[in-house]
T-cell receptor, first 114, second 112 residues
Framework: EDQVTQSPEALRLQEGESSSLNCSYT??????LFWYRQDPGKGPEFLFT???AGEEKEKERLKATLTKKESFLHITAPKPEDSATYLC???????????????FGSGTQLTVLP | DAGITQSPRHKVTETGTPVTLRCHQT?????MYWYRQDPGHGLRLIHY???????DKGEVSDGYSVSRSKTEDFLLTLESATSSQTSVYFC???????????FGPGTRLLVL
């Protein structure tokens, strides 16, 4: 069974205090690993896709990395506006390739204090 | 939200009543998905569509049905709502590459 586990569940940082969020996964037929940001009361907002071990993607203060078993979302010098829930999802093929399902972790709720 | 709207945005209903949620897209994407989001469970796939009148079940499809009569609209129906279906429902779309899924703003449903 495909599993995605995110840690920690919640993280509080001071503004400027860098840290990392973890996403570990157990899946067969991984097609991609996705990171989303979700603000309260809104839908997930796409951040990154990673396809192979060793790949890295960056956007502003965020950098995502991928190994064969886990992904990290590194946040460098965070600001209060980075506060959100960060969701990790793995994409697998379903139903003879007619669509691709995202299996999500439960998310990490990040709070950045000024 | 990538040209995706959901209606209604909030709904309160009673156990046993039928409920239909609508997802509308302006991107002309082929694939559409319905997810539910619950604390501690993350987002879980209910049903998806890979074309007009082409739909299939996801991992939590019991008690739900869907229909897609036009490319732009994907309807989720709860035939007889139960309290366990209280949740936030998200629609997502993806294009023919089936890569990135883009999500709508969500519908918050409360079943009393």
């Amino acid at each position: 069974e495909d599993q995605v586990t995110q840690s920690p569940e919640a993280l509080r940082l001071q503004e400027g205090e860098s840290s990392s969020l973890n996403c570990s996964y157990t899946v067969s037929g991984l097609r991609g690993l996705f990171w989303y940001r979700q603000d309260p009361g809104k839908g997930p907002e796409f951040l990154f896709t990673l396809y192979s071990a060793g790949e890295e993607k960056e956007k502003e203060r965020l950098k995502a990395t991928l190994t064969k078993k886990e992904s990290f979302l590194h946040i460098t010098a965070p600001k209060p506006e980075d506060s959100a829930t960060y969701l990790c999802a793995v994409q697998v093929i379903i139903s003879s390739g007619s669509a691709r399902q995202l299996t999500f972790g439960s998310g990490t709720q990040l709070t950045v204090l000024p | 939200d990538a040209g995706i709207t959901q209606s209604p945005r909030h709904k309160v209903t009673e156990t046993g009543t039928p409920v239909t949620l609508r997802c509308h897209q302006t991107e002309n994407h082929r694939y559409m998905y319905w997810y539910r989001q619950d604390p501690g469970h993350g987002l879980r796939l209910i049903h998806y569509s890979y074309g007009v009148k082409d739909t299939d079940k996801g991992e939590v499809s019991d008690g739900y049905s869907v229909s897609r009569s036009k490319t732009e609209d994907f309807l989720l129906t709860l035939e007889s709502a139960t309290s366990s279906q209280t949740s936030v429902y998200f629609c997502a779309i993806s294009d023919a590459t089936r890569e990135t899924q883009y999500f709508g703003p969500g519908t918050r449903l409360l079943v009393l």
